[in-house]
């Protein structure tokens, strides 16, 4: 929620403990895995279909509605249910349906590409690609002689591909912040 005055402080609010103000971003993150844990641990599932809702309130924000969700799969593991695959799927459907989202299609360039769960979800329900931007990730990682340039030669998405990049040691270790980048050829 975007705060007028540019000297506001900065905190967030979650809906389940009754919008107790939590000015740490530290402490927001412990309570986002403490409540994924008791939400689980309460269902016995291993994802939930139910979101956490945090409030942001800050000067530096737009006004916009981010929905972060597990990631896509194809096999169970780790215990997991055989049933998660299909969770997942409808899980991302529900929230990418409606007209108004963004879709961050991520996946990682270390993958064929052409076997995307995320890309193909993202062609599926945006045909025109007008609401969706593509996330690379892993781009460090890629086999030695390959490139993605191939695929991201092809005009996708409206928004082109970006690259995300995961925090190095040092940057989790002083939480310093980490940006994603155009994705220029």
Known sequence: MHLQDPNAAEYGEFL???????ASFDAIRAEIEVETGRYLKAKGRAVS??????????????????????????????????????ELEDMARTYVKGDNAIILAVTPANADLATSDALHL????????????????????????????????VKMFRFGFWRGRRRRRENRETKARVFCFPLIL
């Open 16 to 22: 389940h403990n009754g919008r107790q103000k939590m």
């Open 49 to 86: 279909p139910d979101p956490i809702q945090l409030t942001v309130f800050s000067p530096n924000v737009p006004n916009l509605t981010l929905v972060d969700m597990p990631g896509l799969t194809k096999i169970p593991i780790d215990g997991q249910p055989r049933s998660i695959v299909k």
């Open 122 to 153: 993202a062609r599926e329900v945006d045909p025109t690609g007008d609401r969706t931007i593509g996330v690379l990730t892993k781009l460090d990682i890629m086999d030695p002689g390959t490139d993605a340039r191939d695929v991201l030669e």
